[in-house]
């Protein structure tokens, strides 16, 4: 049921002016995927959210999808184990202000990006709605935080540092 539901979403988006593409699946990518281009203010090119439907879930969820939301930063934790748990303690704080939780980095390549699960009823109208609002609160918490998850990714600011420079008051507040 993926494809008919991420085609729905697809053509939902882009009545609402945003850009959106069916991926079909492939032996490389088995899983049909919906990608939605975010444009950047900076010089770094889009962020792409890719909305998967998780068919394995399908049958444990009557009634209802598991569906992904995955956004890789292009940000990579460098290899300093302190540095890591740096960040990773700023990404679990900043998860703990969160209305979706998402932010995390991969252990393997130290890729920081922001992941979310939901659980969508199977309904037209529930998938557009649900879909559309979470790409657009995904990209918000993406944009509000994106300044202190580089700084300490890349090693310029520790997480005490990042976290008063956040701009943020109640990432602020937590240091102090």
């Known amino acids: 049921m993926a494809v008919p539901y991420l085609t729905l979403v697809g053509d939902y988006l882009e009545s609402e002016d945003m850009d959106a593409r069916l991926v079909r699946a492939t032996d490389a990518q088995p899983l049909d995927q919906l990608v939605v281009p975010i444009p950047r203010d900076d010089e770094q090119g889009d962020w792409e959210v890719t909305v998967l439907q998780l068919p394995d879930m399908e049958d444990d969820i009557e009634g209802a999808s598991a569906v992904q939301f995955f956004v890789p930063l292009g940000i990579t934790a460098g290899p300093d184990a302190s540095a890591r748990g740096e960040l990773a303690r700023l990404l679990a704080q900043i998860n703990n202000l969160l209305a979706l939780i998402g932010f995390s980095y991969r252990e393997i390549d130290g890729g920081v990006v922001f992941r979310h699960m939901a659980i969508i009823p ?21 944009e509000q935080f994106i300044e202190p998850i580089t700084a300490v990714a890349e090693g310029r600011a520790s997480f005490e ?3 008063r420079e956040s701009g943020d008051p109640r990432l602020a507040a937590s240091v102090e």
Do not use: G, K, R
Request: charged share 10%; aromatic share 12%.
């Open 122 to 142: 199977d309904s037209p109208a529930a998938w557009t709605t649900t879909v559309h609002e979470t790409v657009f609160l995904a990209v918000y918490h993406i």
């Open 161 to 163: 540092q990042a976290a």
